[in-house]
């Protein structure tokens, strides 16, 4: 069946470096996509989304990359802070006109001071 | 703070009783969502409304599950004669939708479940 899917569970990054978390997805109808932060004990945190129009979207410190030939997703987060770890998850809401949100597992991000 | 609120934040019960969770979304918003998330996992749909109407249930949403949002504000979520897999993290989202494909829902803290 369709599925979101991300590559890597756990990523340790130093403070200051950049993050890369990466999601791939497998519905091509998918034209919308969401990353969410949950820390823990918490619901998922909106941060950034992207439609399916565009390649690229940035927020604060954030960055979001959309290669829709491969049918993947990135999150960046420049400078990476303590505050930044959690677990971090890709959703896609598909065209259908009912539109619940399908996640992946999710990676945690761990920053080490 | 998002906006959408959900109580209580914990519940814990014996197998075969029943239970009843609460959400309120983001006054405005008129599609809510639950989805259920156990450990390690992303969270899984359930069942969504707009305004009153229940549009859409999973499959995951055995009859022992019922959910309700009589005036198209809040909404309830009752499991009846729980079992010890029912224990999760149930969480509410809101949303506006705008149109086909451009719904950001935010969630609300969530309601952990556990069922012993």
């Known amino acids: 069946g369709e599925s979101v899917g991300l590559h890597l569970p756990t990523l340790s990054v130093q403070e200051g470096d950049n993050s890369i978390i990466n999601c791939a997805y497998s519905?091509?109808?998918?034209?919308?996509f969401i990353w969410y932060k949950q820390e823990s004990g918490k619901g998922p945190q909106f941060i950034i989304d992207?439609?399916?129009?565009?390649d690229k979207r940035q927020g604060q410190r954030v960055t979001v990359l959309l290669n829709k030939t491969v049918k993947h997703l990135s999150l960046q987060i420049a400078a990476t802070q303590p505050g930044d770890s959690a677990v971090y998850f890709c959703?896609?809401?598909?065209?259908?006109?009912?539109?619940?949100?399908?996640f992946g597992k999710g990676t945690r991000l761990s920053v080490i001071a | 703070d998002t906006g959408v609120s959900q109580d209580p934040r914990h519940k814990i019960t014996k197998r075969g009783q029943n239970v009843t969770f609460r959400c309120d979304p983001i006054?405005?918003?008129?599609?809510l969502y639950w989805y259920r998330q156990t450990l390690g996992q992303g969270p899984e749909f359930l069942t969504y409304f707009q305004n009153e109407a229940q549009l859409e249930k999973s499959r995951l949403l055995s009859d022992r599950f019922s959910a309700e949002r009589p005036k198209g504000s809040f909404s309830t979520l009752e499991i009846q004669r729980t079992e010890q897999g029912d224990s999760a993290m149930y969480l509410c989202a809101s949303s506006s939708a705008l149109g086909r494909g451009e719904e950001t829902q935010y969630f609300g803290p969530g309601t952990r479940l556990l069922v012993l």
């Open positions: 519905n091509s109808a998918s034209d919308y």
């Open positions: 959703a896609e809401n598909t065209p259908s006109g009912n539109t619940p949100l399908v």
């Open positions: 992207i439609r399916s129009n565009m």
């Open positions: 006054s405005e918003h008129n599609r």
